[in-house]
């Protein structure tokens, strides 16, 4: 009886070990490189400043694949995990839904869905995934 405790308990061990060595990616927010937008400051824009730029489009590409994509899905199209943001109004409207999403997060029940980016990416990282959203939008 004991060796097969044991026995239960290593293979269970193994299964946890395996688990951790075979996950994908890092899930804390990774820095996004921003170089080459024209910078901000510190007042947020109540609309995409970006809107059509290629550099933002491809930044937030990056920026995407990133942070978003493990979530998302891989170029928008999202599994069931969250919305698939190729639906995400495009204009005025999108930009402010996605300003409040991005800054805050979502907490369901009590449960974090998603983490709030305000602090950790900065705004022109934001709104360069935002620019790379609307260029995949779909109707």
Known sequence: ??????????LLLGLVLAGGALAHGDVQPQPVNTDGLEALGTEWKAEN???GN?????I????????CARCHGLQMI???LAPDLRYLPTGKEGD???????KHGAVINGVTKM?????VLSQEAM?????????KHEE
């Open 78 to 80: 999202s599994g069931g």
């Open 115 to 119: 983490p709030a980016f305000d602090g």
């Open 49 to 51: 400043p970006y809107r």
């Open 60 to 67: 937030g590409d990056s920026g995407y694949n990133q942070n």
């Open 1 to 10: 009886m004991t060796s097969r405790i044991r026995l239960a308990g290593g």
């Open 54 to 58: 290629e550099k933002a489009v491809a």
């Open 127 to 135: 709104w360069a995934i935002r620019t790379y959203l609307e260029s």
């Open 96 to 102: 402010e839904y996605f300003v409040e999403r991005m």
